[in-house]
């Protein structure tokens, strides 16, 4: 009885920091977008959960790699989340670049350091030379701030769907593992004729299949937030669609035949065989083309902030 008292506080646990968590700070706009070289720059700010106004100590920098920075000359607080930086863009570019993607990287001692990557697009209007190269070598970012208190990781474009993570994720990793308790009951159950193992691999793919439609209709949510609707044609939804009917197909199975026996036997070997298609479906064909579902197609699950140590 323990383990279940204590799955229930896990849970309301996981719903409620999952819900109330705040985001850390981030960008959500930055104006203008492109810019060029030897440009005297105001670049307007708009913030999400930040502190612009409370904190004290502002710092700004635009970085094009790990040695090449400018830093902000002025910055003007509009409001809490609002802000005006001031930049003098060095005469070239960096290697007589034509174009290149600067990243926005704010600082703050209640903030911490938050970035946009490729806030600001620089198009290179003049021929290199060594001076204005070492403009931009000469400053590099160090010491930043570390915000102390815990918070989601803000992404551009999840916002605060991020959050479902904790909840589709989780549901799709669960299902996995009570898919494998069921197929581990169902071949002892064939090896041993125990009907109690039957009940066993009933149970953990009963409730699996659950969490199988959960994780379809959690990740349509958000899908329609990040993707503008419930459903594409992306290979990832698809094979995942069509491995969860397979497994529907075990629930019509089990309520096809009322001897106990036939039907342990059937759904024993039904589930071997649903779990064997659940991996090409799921694992394999997905990452062979491209996708937009993250952990498919070159396009990385986790990566990042995604998941950190908060």
Known sequence: MWWKILGAAIFMYVLIGGLLTPLNPGITAVSPS??????????????????????????????????????????????????????LIPGTLPDNEELAAATLILDNEMDGSFVQPSALFIQNSQTQNPASDREWQQYIIKDLSVRKSMGFPYRNILNETIRNTFFHVALWFAMFLLLIAGIYYAIRYLRTQDIVFDHYSSAFNKVAILYGILGLITGSVWAKFTWNTFWTTDVKLNMTAVAMLIYLAYLVLRGSSADQDKRARLSAAYSIFAFVALIPLVFVIPRLTDSLHPGNGGNPALGGEDLDNT
């Open 34 to 87: 492109k810019t060029g070289t030897g440009e005297d720059l105001i670049l307007s700010v708009t913030g999400y959960n930040t502190h612009f106004t409370t904190a004290k100590n502002h710092r700004a920098w635009l970085k094009l790699d790990s040695i090449h920075a400018v830093p902000a000359e002025n910055i003007s607080i509009l409001n809490e989340n609002t802000a005006e930086l001031r930049f």
